[in-house]
């Protein structure tokens, strides 16, 4: 996990330090930039693992825009949820930006702990997503360690027969079966065929790895 | 005005017409001639059969007379006879006797004579003259003897001759011999020899000898009494025993003068009756054309008024209304043809319809004049009112007359267009105050934002008592600069909002530009540049306003000339003259950048900046205050520096007197 759980992008000097003087007074560390391109050298090492951040990102800036800066982040697959801050007449950008993905966005003026509280939303969730991302890699890892033939139980077992339809279908005794199986599910980490299934399809909704 | 067209239609059908009255009149004139030379030609046969009437009538009389007067002379000459039995004369030539008219003429017998039977033959008793005349022709003797013997064998007067001349023609002379008996015993007879012209001169009256040639001829050899209107009238004088006759001749044939004069006169008045009647056709043709002519004018008349919107009037010179069209009566709400006879102005009228008016009597040609009228229903009506006088044809003045234009319509047009412009400005502000707003929340936005996010930064702390005073002291410094940087801005608007009344004076441009530079001099870089000639360049400017243009290019200028890639920043500026235009040039040129071309157009728009923290508001002010001056201000590229050329052309001014 870096240091810095907020980063603020923002070409507007006071604003950003501002922001950071807010954030400080609410115990949170900030990291403050000054362009987009700035921002995506620093976070962009490849060394860096994604740790648990959200970015606040001034939707108007130059060189690099915010929207721009957006698109450049996700193509990193920056995990972390990015909100926005729109001047008077940037909100229909600000929306778009939110329907590709981004978080959220307030309009400016805002009321500063409100922006606060956002961002500890997104903070929670991003920890959240966090976890679950764990969990998927990890399911992801125990679906490579099955055998050839432990996967195809596991196929046979999702369609739901029955261990001896298994074992007519795959031509092994009825009580090979039910080795692969226990095997199948101590390696899985599940409990019953149900739970299995409830994870299995959990992962294909996350998007299939 | 050519009228044809519109009279062809009018007309109907006026060369069928025109001939059917022409075949009348043609038949008119036909039968009126006819009936003339059948009157002429009955007259002719009527004068005619009356003059030959007449000249039957008047032989028929003459025979008659004639035979009456013999007769007479015969019984003449047989109380002749008588007497000379009762008492012989010794001269029988001597006795007198009172006779007829034959016997009393003078010259009419020559000779008579008794000879009782038994006596010679009265031929050998005659005087010897008479035997000489009687010898001249053997016949005569004969004759004579003849004569004697018929009247005794026929027991009546028998006459003989005539008695022929010497050289066998007949003469005039004819023997009468009248036989005289007594008790059926012949006695005698008496012979007298008559001179028959003599007898036929005096028969004839003289009415008859006026008109006639009354001639005796001898046996007429067939005569044919009606042979001609020239042939003689041949009388038989029936006298037995001779073959004469008498020729009456009409001497010349007088046609009755009075009854052809009575035609004349009548055929002449005939005539001069059909010139009349065709001149009173050729004058009611005439009249039928003015009149058509007419109605067509008053017909084209009446439907150009009625066409026309614009409301006529004629009024004479106290007041008393002429006339009135249509639209005038729609103008006024009443009706126009009641208003005819009215006194002008009804109430309720525009005063510029009183004679009295002076618009009404100016002497000059037709004067415009706007004004309200009431219309009957009380609405008001804007209208357009022009006046000419009246003139009758001898040039005096009889009245006004007015064309009432109604422009109500026009006008609420008019104010309508105003009010549309009216609105479309006012959006246009409210446009331009939003975009203004925008901005400004754009730019109040940014340290109104940093200041909000520090106050409540400081305010977390103090909370949760966790800031010292030191700490606190550069936060709230820095609130305090970011609350100076959004009054700046507002200031800036209210600059830009404030609109000043332009206060101007005639400026020497030269000068001007010099003491404004003033405060550029030392700046280094900064070159400011005077015309050559030392005469003053005169515009007519506000020294403030101007002074503010100037200012901010130089501002900018030296902004922008230290961005350049040509190292140390300069500014040129100088006033200029451009001859062809007229116009004054103040020029500011800097070796920076230069304006991209594809921010030219938006350089001057307010709002626009390419200068950070700038409100676009310098250049879009600069040039509102140069068009205010009538000048403009132009961009280029400086041919000499590189960069960015700002020129601002005034019209030079050109003073009458020099301040």
């Known amino acids: ?209 | 005005m050519d009228f044809a067209l519109l009279q062809q239609q009018g007309l109907p059908h006026p060369s069928l017409r025109s001939r059917r009255t022409l075949w009348l009149l043609l038949g008119l004139l036909l039968l009126v001639v006819a009936s003339v030379v059948a009157l002429v030609l009955y007259l002719q046969r009527f004068e005619q059969t009356e003059e030959e009437r007449r000249r039957v009538a008047d032989g028929q009389w003459l025979e008659h007379s004639t035979r009456f007067h013999f007769s007479r002379l015969e019984e003449d000459l047989l109380a002749q006879a008588r007497q000379a039995v009762a008492a012989p004369p010794a001269s029988a030539a001597a006795a007198p006797w009172q006779g007829g008219q034959l016997w009393s003429e003078p010259g009419a017998v020559l000779w008579h004579g008794w000879h009782p039977v038994g006596l010679r033959r009265p031929s050998e008793d005659l005087p010897p003259e008479w035997q000489q005349r009687i010898a001249a022709h053997p016949a005569n003797a004969d004759m004579l003897a003849s004569t004697g013997d018929i009247a005794v064998g026929l027991r009546r007067p028998a006459y003989g001759g005539p008695m022929l001349l010497a050289d066998g023609r007949p003469g005039d002379v004819v023997w009468l011999a009248v036989p005289f008996f007594e008790r059926g015993e012949y006695l005698g007879v008496y012979v007298a020899a008559l001179a028959l012209d003599t007898c036929v001169q005096g028969l004839v009256p003289t009415w008859l000898r006026q008109q006639h040639t009354v001639r005796l001829v001898s046996d007429g050899g067939g005569a044919v009494p009606f042979a001609g209107d020239a042939a003689p009238y041949l009388a038989p004088m029936n006298l037995p025993g001779t073959d004469l006759f008498i020729e009456m001749t009409a001497l010349s044939s007088h046609p009755a003068l009075v009854p052809r004069l009575f035609l004349l006169v009548a055929i002449l008045f005939l005539l001069g009756m059909l010139g009349a009647l065709w001149a009173l056709r050729r004058d009611m043709g005439k009249r039928q054309r003015v009149q058509a002519m007419l109605q067509t004018e008053v017909a084209l008349r009446a439907a150009m008024e009625n066409s026309v919107n614009v409301g006529l009037l004629a009024r004479s010179d106290q007041g008393l209304i002429l006339y009135a069209n249509e639209a005038f009566g729609r103008i006024a709400g009443c009706d126009a043809t009641r208003l005819a006879g009215c006194q002008a102005p009804l109430p309720d009228w525009p005063a510029e319809l009183t004679p009295a008016h002076p618009a009404a009597t100016a002497a000059a040609p037709p004067s415009e004049v706007e004004a309200v009228f009431r219309h009957a229903d009380g609405q008001n009506i804007d209208v357009l009112i022009h006046q000419a006088p009246l003139t009758s044809a001898t040039g005096q003045q009889l009245g006004w007359i007015s064309s009432v234009l109604d422009i109500s319509e026009r006008k609420r047009s008019q104010r309508l267009a105003a009010l549309q412009q009216h609105r479309l400005e006012a959006s246009g502000r409210l446009v331009a105050m939003g975009e203004v707003a925008s901005t400004l929340a754009h730019e109040l936005n940014q340290p109104l934002g940093a200041l909000s996010s520090f106050a409540n930064g400081l305010l977390n702390r103090l909370h949760s008592h966790s800031i010292t005073l030191p700490e606190a002291q550069p936060v709230v410094e820095r609130m305090a600069r970011l609350a100076e940087r959004a009054g700046s801005i507002i200031q800036r608007v209210n600059a830009f909002a404030r609109r000043r009344e332009l206060s101007r004076q005639v400026l020497d441009a030269t000068a001007f530009v010099a003491q404004v530079t003033a405060s550029y001099q030392d700046t280094p870089g900064v070159c400011v540049s005077s015309p050559d000639g030392s005469a003053p360049l005169w515009v007519l400017a506000d020294r403030l306003l101007l002074e503010h243009v100037v200012a901010n290019l130089a501002g900018n200028a030296l902004d922008w000339a230290g961005r350049g890639t040509t190292g140390t920043p300069q500014v040129h500026m100088g006033v200029s003259m451009d001859v062809e235009r007229q116009e004054v040039v103040i020029h500011v040129a800097d070796n920076g950048p230069g304006v991209p071309d594809d921010q030219r157009e938006h350089i001057f728009n307010a709002f626009f900046s390419t200068k950070d923290g700038g409100m676009g508001m310098g250049l879009a002010i600069c040039r509102s205050i140069v068009e205010a001056h009538h000048g403009r201000i132009e961009l280029g590229r400086d041919p000499e520096l590189g960069g960015a050329r700002f020129a601002v052309c005034l019209p030079r001014h050109t003073p009458t007197t020099t301040p």
């Open chain 1, 1 to 209: 996990m870096t240091p810095a759980a907020i980063h603020i992008v923002d070409d507007d000097p006071d604003i950003r330090d501002g922001l950071t003087w807010l954030f400080d007074s609410r115990g949170y560390q900030a990291a403050s930039w000054a362009s987009g391109p700035d921002f995506l050298q620093a976070v962009g090492d490849p060394g860096l693992r994604w740790g648990n951040a959200v970015v606040v990102m001034d939707i108007r800036m130059e060189p690099l825009s915010g929207l721009a800066t957006f698109e450049k982040l996700r193509a990193l697959q920056c995990p972390w949820p990015v909100l926005f801050l729109t001047g008077h007449g940037d909100v229909s950008m600000a929306v778009s930006a939110v329907k590709n993905g981004a978080w959220d966005f307030l309009e400016k003026p805002f009321q500063d702990n409100q922006l606060v509280d956002r961002v500890e939303q997104a903070l929670v969730a991003a920890r959240a997503q966090v976890q679950l991302d764990e969990q998927t890699r990890q399911l992801k890892a125990a679906l490579q360690s099955l055998s050839l033939r432990e996967h195809e139980v596991l196929a046979e077992l999702l369609q739901g027969h029955y261990n001896k339809n298994i074992a007519d279908h795959l031509g092994i005794t009825q009580r090979t079966v039910e080795f692969h199986r226990a095997n199948i599910f101590d390696k899985l980490g599940v409990s019953s065929a149900v739970e299995l299934a409830h994870r299995l399809g959990r992962l294909q909704a996350s998007g299939n790895g």
